[in-house]
């Protein structure tokens, strides 16, 4: 069946330790639990949409190697299309070094790997598969310049086109903003897209107004326990967030952005779709690690 929900980014094999706390620089902690666990924000994103009602292709690029090869297989298994997703001579697959402490918080440092070949050409290779898609979403591990085409492309065949500018570490190219629908950063990438601090409902508002202003369509910003803010040039909208006891947050916004994509690949409404994509992170974070933790549809309907 044809893809209507397309990815466009990372694929990372995750090393999590579980600690008491996060450790301070120069310090060395005895941890209590090591596992491997796939993820990738990209793969976490297709595997959400995926698990959530949507037909997903990815296109990305893992090295040659066992975790690349675990992490096209993981993709087989959840039925998303993984034909675009290329094996890189020379290089490693990425990797993500993750500790999550007994608050559920989580330090990620990521190793970009085979998420470094991904280039434009890689994704012209399968156009195809965009011109199928409803929605094509992006994040920022692969390099720059194949987010900025694949946006400009999406744009260009009249795609619902999103981007999760995680990780940010700065402004995005000036070109990208008026190709994207929904931006949709946290707290921390809203901050650094707009140099505004960013830590309640209304300096969301301001950073979101800020990004409006950039030529986004909509911007939605998501604040964990605070829940999410959108807007769209009209004014704001809040959506409050699901009360839960949190385990582990890794890919709770992976999770928020493939429910989203998925409820408006099925036609939803946004404020529906974004209400759904709440309730299905919301989950994902009473449960640990990133792929595993994401939930299904069955678990997230009303
Ligand atoms: O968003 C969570 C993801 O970030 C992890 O799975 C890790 O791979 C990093 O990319």
């Known amino acids: 069946m044809q893809a209507n929900v397309v990815v466009v980014g990372s694929l990372n094999m995750d090393l999590v330790t579980r600690a008491e706390r996060l450790p301070r620089g120069g310090e060395t902690l ?6 491997t666990v796939p993820g990738g924000k990209g793969a976490n994103q ?80 399968f156009d195809a598969l965009l011109q199928a898609a409803q929605v094509i979403i992006c994040q920022l591990e692969v390099p720059m310049a194949t987010v900025a085409y694949t946006l400009e492309r999406g744009r260009a065949l009249g795609k619902t086109v999103i981007l999760n500018p995680a990780p940010a570490s700065g402004p995005l190219p000036a070109q990208c903003f008026a190709n994207i629908d929904y931006l949709i950063p946290n707290e921390s990438e809203a901050e650094a897209l707009t140099g505004l601090p960013v830590n309640d409902l209304a300096s969301a508002k301001a950073a979101a107004t800020h990004l409006l202003g950039l030529g986004v369509g909509k911007v939605i910003v998501t604040l964990g326990a605070q829940g999410a803010v959108f807007a769209n040039g009209q004014g704001f909208r809040h959506f409050p967030a699901p009360l839960v006891k949190a385990v582990d947050t890794t890919a709770a916004g992976d999770t928020f952005v493939g429910g989203f994509a998925a409820a408006l690949a099925r036609g939803e409404e946004e404020g529906a779709a974004i209400a759904f994509g709440q309730r299905a992170a919301a989950l994902s974070v009473t449960r640990a690690g990133a792929q595993p933790s994401i939930p299904h549809l069955a678990e997230v309907q009303p």
Do not use: W
């Open 46 to 125: 297709a595997v959400a949409a995926a698990r959530l009602g949507a037909q997903v292709a990815m296109v990305g690029c893992v090295g040659d190697d066992a975790y690349g090869q675990q992490l096209r297989q993981a993709l087989t298994d959840e039925q998303i299309d993984n034909q675009a997703v290329s094996i890189a001579a020379g290089v490693p697959t990425g990797v993500a070094l993750i500790v999550v402490d007994a608050a559920s918080q989580n330090a990620i440092v990521i190793i970009a790997g085979g998420n470094g070949q991904l280039l434009p050409e890689s994704v012209q290779c």
């Open 30 to 35: 005895v941890g209590e639990s090591f596992a």
